[in-house]
């Protein structure tokens, strides 16, 4: 087994084509043509309950349809020879009551709204409700929530979770300090604030085991408007406190990432080396630069999305350093089945 390829992953991305949350047939096709023997793949980010949804068109899996319908997309695969993780997504108050059950207000860390730039076709400024604060005895439904999702996610066949920590959703609402406004033991100081995200992992790593779980965490971006004072020592906490459960590897924006046409001088080498698993990082990686991280020992995987969207065969061409298609960006939101889904090429068809 190659292990160039093993430290090819290819990340967790919305593409819309789940309709009416339920996964699709041609949902196989998409993630098999992506799958090589021995290779990581990360689900699109899936929905726990029907109040984490905010866009249109986005897979669950807290009803047993949702999971019967995970079950061949999963066997197909692992019949390729991969290795497949589902993410765990609750977007908290980056929703509209639309999608809300009962046509209620999104629910949060925090009652404070926000209009962010718009970022996807389907996305305006105005697409999003004012949240409601969480009290705090109805946190320990949300993690139940993530717990049931995991135990559903292994019960489609799935190989383990990973929770979304990331991008402004529900996760990063109670870790950033502008966003979290609590004055209960889930807001105020930095321990507080990652309370609620080391009970879930705690909780799921409990139901499925910590082998299966992995997580997701971009503390340098300020995606919807999700920005902490000091991401430094919020990365560097959370990496030393997830060492306590065991879990195989945490997966981490690059700080480059900070929010989209912008760079930043930061560095994950501080969470590098307080983490003991694997260590993944993602953000606008080609293979140049991934070879290179790996060859500095700055990660033991990378990431890459948009490549293996226009690429399914991606692993392969980087083995022979082949050529690699275009991705067209109009298409990666819109909810064809095919277009800009499962109609790239792959390398022997495009010589």
């Known amino acids: 087994m190659d292990n160039f390829i093993n430290r090819v992953v290819m990340a967790p991305m919305t593409r819309n084509r789940a309709f009416d949350s339920i996964p699709q047939p041609h949902g196989i096709l998409y993630y098999t043509q992506r799958t090589s023997p021995g290779g990581f793949l990360l689900s699109e980010a ?69 209009t962010p730039a718009v970022r996807a076709s389907f996305v305006q400024e105005d697409w999003f409700s004012p949240p409601r604060r969480l009290r705090t005895d109805e946190i320990p439904k949300i993690v139940d929530d993530f717990r049931l999702a995991a135990r559903n996610a292994v019960e489609a066949g799935f190989d383990g979770i990973e929770l979304h920590g990331a991008h402004g959703y529900l996760i990063e609402q109670f870790l950033k300090d502008q966003v979290n406004d609590r004055t209960d033991k889930y807001g105020g100081s930095l321990e507080n604030r990652c309370r609620f995200v080391l009970e879930l992992v705690e909780a799921v790593a409990s139901e499925i085991g910590a082998d299966k779980v992995g997580i997701k965490l971009a503390p340098f971006s300020d995606f919807m408007e999700a920005a902490d004072s000091n991401p430094a ?33 930061e560095s994950l080498e501080p969470m590098r080396k307080a983490f003991k698993g694997t260590f993944m990082v993602g953000g606008g990686y080609d293979k140049e630069g991934g070879n290179k991280a790996i060859a500095e020992g700055r990660a033991d995987l990378v990431a890459y999305g948009r490549p293996f ?30 277009v800009g889904y499962t109609d790239y090429p792959f390398l022997e068809a495009s010589s």
């Open 309 to 338: 969207v226009s690429n399914p065969d991606l692993p392969n061409r980087f083995e022979i350093d082949a050529p690699l298609n275009d991705f067209d960006r109009s298409t990666f939101y819109t909810h064809d089945p095919v």
């Open 46 to 114: 899936t929905v726990i309950s029907d109040t984490a949804q905010g866009y249109p068109h986005t897979p669950g899996i807290w009803t047993k349809q949702q999971v019967e319908a995970w079950k061949p997309i999963v066997d197909s695969v692992h019949s390729k020879g991969g290795v497949f993780f589902c993410q765990l997504w609750h977007v908290g108050r980056v929703s509209n009551k639309a999608f809300q059950p009962n046509g209620q207000d999104p629910i949060s860390s925090t009652d404070k709204g926000f």
């Open 233 to 265: 020592a919020l990365g560097t906490y959370l990496a030393e406190a997830l060492n306590k459960f065991g879990i195989p590897y945490l997966h981490v924006v690059e700080p480059r990432i900070k929010t989209t046409g912008e760079d930043s001088n």
